[in-house]
């Protein structure tokens, strides 16, 4: 399990280690680079003015790369908490005092105190909380389901609520929403969530023999549950996606939730795309500087000359 669990998790390392190598890589290039930029001068060979202009490219990108992803990643988690907070707000006040079977349910996987018991008919579970994470059910999930496949259900948020799963969510999406320009970045953020609920759901289901939580995922099939906006950070909602039947059908069967090889050969060309392009034009400051590229023009105009212009 604890393997399974690793490989979970192991999308958001990747994510959270491409995000430092390249800020960090970025940060360099322009702090490298920053420091004898070509000013916008304007004289008599346009040539002399384009190199001029493209040196400061050379460090504009980069550094217009690291404003626009810390904005975007900013934006991302704002948006988020705020979601959360408004959708938290509405759900749990239909909050009610937790029946018995449902409270000794809650005893028996280790949710004791956790668990918020919401009066309202869709059936639905999450998992909320960046701190310490709760349980929410409501009462129309509990009389769909059988006792034993309830209790499936609230060990498998069990296992979101240990892992605080709910933040690890929070810093994925910031971290893809920065990377927005990196196509690695949101397949590895898909992967990540694919992934935890794969492992919830194998925590959850300890014995190959007992899909109780088959049953509780195929009965959510026609139930209808809310439509919460982009962003909640509520995970383990009960989606019966096709990738979670199938591995409680077939707990042998691996899923892959890292990206393919070609995803990560294209969000590389972009990489190096993107330094290319800027070294290049940075390393332009390294030809002739502009009064040298306007020494001919300095040194045979006679009015310039008669106004004490030195020659050259």
Request: hydrophobic content about 55%.
């Amino acid at each position: 399990m604890r393997l399974r669990r690793v490989t979970a998790d192991l999308p958001l390392v990747i994510l959270l280690a491409v995000t430092l190598t390249l800020g960090a890589g970025l940060l360099a290039f322009v702090a490298r680079y920053s420091w004898a930029v070509d000013p916008f001068v304007a004289c008599e060979t346009w040539v002399s003015t384009a190199v001029a202009r493209l040196s400061t490219v050379g460090v504009l990108l980069p550094s217009g790369v690291l404003a626009a992803a810390a904005v975007a990643a900013v934006l991302a988690l704002t948006h988020q908490l705020v979601a959360t907070r408004r959708m938290l707000g509405k759900v749990l006040g239909a909050r009610i005092r937790l029946t018995p079977p449902i409270a000794a349910l809650a005893e028996g996987v280790g949710l004791a105190g956790r668990i918020d018991l919401v009066a309202d008919p869709h059936a639905f579970t999450f998992c909320h909380g960046l701190i310490r994470p709760r349980v929410c059910v409501t009462t129309g999930l509990a009389q769909l389901l059988a006792p034993a496949e309830l209790a499936a259900v609230l060990r498998h948020e069990r296992h979101h609520v240990r892992f605080h799963d709910p933040l690890k969510i929070l810093v994925g999406r910031t971290l893809a929403s920065g990377l927005f320009f990196l196509p690695l970045a949101g397949l590895l953020r898909n992967g990540f969530l694919a992934g935890k609920e794969l492992c919830a759901d194998a925590d959850a289901n300890t014995d190959p023999n007992d899909l109780s939580l088959a049953r509780a995922l195929v009965k959510l099939l026609g139930a209808d549950r809310p439509v919460w906006p982009a962003g909640v950070l509520a995970i383990g909602a009960l989606s019966p996606t096709e990738a979670r039947l199938q591995q409680l059908i077939e707990p042998t069967r691996s899923l892959r939730t890292l990206p393919s090889p070609m995803d990560w050969i294209v969000s590389a060309a972009l990489v190096a795309g993107l330094f290319g392009f800027s070294f290049g034009a940075a390393a332009a400051r390294r030809a002739p500087t502009v009064e040298s590229a306007c020494a001919p023009a300095l040194a045979f105009d006679p009015g310039l000359v008669a106004q004490g212009a030195p020659r050259r």
